[in-house]
């Protein structure tokens, strides 16, 4: 297995296809066909390869999350994580986060992500978080109560934070987490 990371626009066709099958078929989720339109620059995608077999993903986008009384944290916010089924259990995607842990260090003040799988997470340090979460929009903030399932991950770079108090996110167009 190697791994790499490459931005968005560094990716050829071919990686691209893989990618979105990757996503597809591992979260059974056809929407992952858009994904380059969701996120046609500016992406960090880390890559697990096996020859021409890629066989983990995910993708660090730049966010700023703000736990209350604290600065805009610069947060690399992690999506699209996903292993090709049939290699699944096999350590891949760990190695994948491991390694996006190691690249982020240094460029981010914290890494978040959103997921129903806590404890494949939380086994890699994620830490849930469990005071209330909302959206900062331009109208003020957007309470998300219904939302569950907000990790992050500590970085040399993060503050001392309590994840119990109020954690919030800037919106972005058709979603907050
Ligand atoms: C979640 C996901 C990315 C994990 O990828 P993966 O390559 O299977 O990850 P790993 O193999 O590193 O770990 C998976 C499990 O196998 C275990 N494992 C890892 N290496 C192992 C090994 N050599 N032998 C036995 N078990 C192993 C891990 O402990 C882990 O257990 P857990 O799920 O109970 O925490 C993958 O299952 C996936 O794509 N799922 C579908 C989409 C999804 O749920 N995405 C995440 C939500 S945001």
């Not at 999506?79 to 982020?104: E, H, I, K, N, T």
Request: negative net charge; proline residues 5%.
């Amino acid at each position: 297995m190697i791994l790499v990371s490459a931005f968005t626009e560094e990716l050829d066709a071919a990686t691209r296809a893989a990618i979105i099958e990757i996503c597809v078929a591992a979260h059974q989720e056809e929407d992952f066909r858009n994904l380059f339109a969701y996120v046609s620059s500016g992406g960090w995608h880390f890559l697990a390869w096996s020859g021409e077999q890629l066989l983990s993903h995910a993708l660090v986008t730049t966010r700023w999350l703000q736990p209350e009384g604290h600065q805009l944290l610069k947060t690399a916010y992690v999506d699209a994580v996903a292993s090709l089924p049939a290699g699944q259990g096999r350590g891949f995607g760990s190695a994948v986060l491991r390694y996006l842990a190691d690249q982020v260090a240094q460029d981010y003040d914290i890494a978040c992500l959103e997921t129903e799988r806590t404890a494949f997470y939380e086994r890699l340090g994620w830490e849930r978080w469990r005071g209330p979460l909302a959206g900062r929009s331009d109208q003020g903030l957007i309470p998300t109560p219904e939302q569950s399932g907000i990790m992050i991950l500590r970085l040399p770079q993060t503050p001392v934070i309590d994840l119990t108090t109020l954690l919030t996110i800037e919106c972005q167009p058709g979603r907050i987490w």
